[in-house]
């Protein structure tokens, strides 16, 4: 999952400056408010997890988290984090039913270079950690194939 580190400054500025009255991160999100650092808004929605010893001011509203979602409702495959990478990056995806999982990397030419899953998995929520170590730096694949759901992304390994 992606994790968004939040800095204080930027959130007193958010919220200072513009008046931010709604934060809504998507499904497929970690936030992680580090120790000291408030986050300010009316409204927040973090449709992923929430971690870190920041705390909220002003009384939020709404703090949905990934266990409030219960199962995914749709199939979904993140953006990997972080991109470029150098050397591992995480690759998160959901699935809403226990499906055959397949995740698998290629290269910018089509050639399969690694296999990071292949297997039966429940419905959930998943993170698989890619080290790509031993590859050379260049454009990849990957591709998320579950049920009839088929989807790729572009990641950059930059060494």
């Known amino acids: ?7 204080l400054s930027i959130i007193l500025t958010v919220s200072v400056l513009y008046g931010q009255s709604s934060i ?7 936030l992680y408010v580090g120790t000291g650092a408030d986050l300010c808004a009316a409204t927040i929605t973090v449709n992923g997890t929430f971690t870190g010893g920041g705390t909220f001011c002003n009384q939020p509203v709404d703090v949905e988290t990934e266990k409030d979602l219960g199962t995914p409702k749709e199939f979904s ?12 990056t ?3 995806f959901a699935i809403p039913s ?3 999982v397949t995740l698998k990397v ?3 030419l089509g050639r399969q270079v690694e296999v990071l899953m292949n297997e039966v998995k429940a419905a959930g929520y998943y993170e698989v950690n890619f080290d790509a ?5 260049g454009t990849y694949i990957y591709e998320l194939r579950a049920g009839n759901f ?5 990641m950059i390994l930059l060494k």
């Open 1 to 7: 999952m992606k994790t968004i580190i939040i800095l």
């Open 24 to 30: 809504v991160y998507g499904s497929s999100t970690s």
């Open 77 to 88: 495959l993140a953006q990997n984090y972080p991109n470029p990478f150098n050397p591992s």
């Open 90 to 92: 995480i690759i998160s």
């Open 98 to 100: 226990q499906e055959f």
């Open 106 to 108: 290629f290269d910018i």
């Open 133 to 137: 170590r031993t590859l050379p730096s």
């Open 150 to 154: 088929i989807n790729t992304k572009k």
